[in-house]
């Protein structure tokens, strides 16, 4: 069974540090890869999507990378703001199953002025 | 503005009682999901539809009930036999299954009162 593990569990770090989360996964048989972002007392909100034959996916201030062999994915987020505060998800879909994501616990993110 | 709808936002419930949490979506979507999440936990699964009338029990089912009678439609049931409701519900929806990102909802928090 697959299982999602996401390190660390929380973050606090100043304005306009450069962050790596780290999303792992036990089973490199992956369909894709997601990211969402969840805000307190919120809907998740998707982020960045990798498919399996991708290496990595941008949009604005965020990068993600998807390494199968390994069983890793990180999310890069470039010079951090105080708005990017929330918890971070990550859930991988495994391939030839039921297509139905499996999500790690998160990292609660804190930017501070 | 397509999305999905959830609600109420909180609800309490007595012991005994079954309560019914809506989900509605106007973006044409076939797959529809719910999830229960506890605080520093990841999503779990408790029930998934693919289609019209049909429907998947996730990891988590027993005690709750759902239908699937119109595609933009997905209630669920927490009924009396689920003994620790208490949590933040989470609707999704995407494309079909597994193969677009998700859309959430903003969620129901439910209460034992």
């Known amino acids: 069974k697959q299982e999602v593990t996401q390190i660390p569990a929380a973050l606090s770090v100043p304005e306009g540090e450069n962050l790596v989360l780290n999303c792992s996964f036990t089973?490199?048989?992956?369909?894709?890869l997601q990211w969402f972002r969840q805000d307190p007392g919120k809907g998740l909100t998707s982020l960045l999507l990798i498919q399996s034959s991708q290496r990595e996916q941008t949009s604005g201030r965020l990068n993600a990378s998807l390494d199968k062999s390994s069983g890793r994915s990180t999310l890069y987020i470039a010079a951090s703001q105080p708005g990017d505060s929330a918890t971070y998800l990550c859930?991988?879909?495994?391939?030839?199953?039921?297509?139905?994501?499996?999500f790690g616990r998160g990292t609660s993110l804190i930017v501070h002025p | 503005d397509g999305g999905i709808t959830q609600s109420p936002k909180y609800l309490f419930r007595k012991e005994g009682q079954n309560v019914t949490l809506s989900c509605e979506q106007n973006l044409n979507h076939d797959a529809m999901y719910w999830y229960r999440q506890d605080p520093g936990q990841g999503l779990r699964l408790i029930y998934y539809?693919?289609?019209?009338?049909?429907?998947q029990k996730g990891d988590i089912a027993e005690g709750y009930s759902v239908s699937r009678e119109k595609k933009e439609s997905f209630p669920l049931t927490v009924t009396s036999a689920q003994k620790n409701p208490t949590a933040f519900y989470l609707c999704?929806?995407?494309?079909?299954?597994?193969?677009?990102?998700?859309?959430f909802g903003d969620g129901t928090r439910l209460s034992i009162l």
């Open positions: 089973d490199s048989a992956i369909y894709n």
């Open positions: 539809s693919q289609i019209v009338n049909d429907f």
């Open positions: 859930a991988v879909i495994a391939s030839g199953g039921s297509y139905i994501p499996t």
């Open positions: 999704a929806s995407s494309v079909d299954r597994g193969e677009q990102p998700q859309h």
